[in-house]
Antibody, heavy 114, light 107 residues
Framework: EVQLVESGGGLVKPGGSLRLSCAAS????????MTWVRQAPGKGLEWVGR??????????DYATPVKGRFIISRDDSENTLYLQMNSLNSDDTGVYYC?????WGQGTLVTVSS | DIQMTQSPSTLSASVGDRVTITCRAS??????LAWYQQKPGKAPKLLIY???SLESGVPSRFSGSGSGTEFTLTISSLQPDDFATYYC?????????FGPGTKVDIK
């Protein structure tokens, strides 16, 4: 059974940092292109970024609002995806999902507030 | 960035109705479009990819069409399980972008 389990969410002050993790199982993680998508409370879906598989170059792409602040990485030996979030502001509040279509995690909530 | 729009933003319909949602891209995206369904408190679910390819396990009452800048998602006969919010997503170029969503609720 495929599982994606996000963790690391919580309350952080504006300007702070947070690292999210996504533990994957049930599929060949090392071959998968992995994506982060977020959703602000009561709002629509927003693509955050993607990391390709190492065999496809391992490169990353980011949404404009997070470029230069967020970093996506992966540890294929641990089947884990990461999202390092820096210089957080209130617009970054929301549920963060990791995905590799058609598989999605349940999401982890990040709240940026003083 | 490619901007995606959807219409309508809300759609009230009854079980058995044929429902059509339109998605438009600000520039041509060929057929690199996906449709997702999301229910409250749940992760999105992929329905359609490459504009018209049905994801495995998705009921055949869902269909997609279009190319270039205009796309449609059709539900041929709305079922109780289909009341949800639907999002289109372009993946023609980075950054990938979603439409604002169409909420399908009960008339």
């Amino acid at each position: 059974e495929v599982q994606l389990v996000e963790s690391g969410g919580g309350l952080v002050k504006p300007g702070g940092s947070l690292r999210l993790s996504c533990a994957a199982s049930g599929f060949t993680f090392s071959r998968a292109w992995m994506t982060w998508v977020r959703q602000a409370p009561g709002k629509g879906l927003e693509w955050v970024g993607r990391i390709k598989s190492k065999t496809d170059g391992g490169t990353t792409d980011y949404a404009t609002p997070v470029k230069g602040r967020f970093i996506i990485s992966r540890d294929d030996s641990e089947n884990t995806l990461y999202l390092q979030m820096n210089s957080l502001n209130s617009d970054d509040t929301g549920v963060y999902y990791c995905s590799s279509d058609p598989y999605w995690g349940q999401g982890t909530l990040v709240t940026v507030s003083s | 960035d490619i901007q995606m729009t959807q219409s309508p933003s809300t759609l009230s319909a009854s079980v058995g109705d044929r429902v059509t949602i339109t998605c438009r891209a600000s520039q041509s995206i060929s057929r690199w479009l996906a449709w997702y369904q999301q229910k409250p408190g749940k992760a999105p679910k992929l329905l359609i990819y490459k504009a018209s390819s049905l994801e495995s396990g998705v009921p055949s009452r869902f269909s997609g069409s279009g190319s270039g800048t205009e796309f449609t998602l059709t539900i041929s006969s709305l079922q109780p399980d289909d009341f949800a919010t639907y999002y289109c997503q372009q993946y023609n170029s980075y950054p990938i972008t979603f439409g604002p969503g169409t909420k399908v609720d009960i008339k």
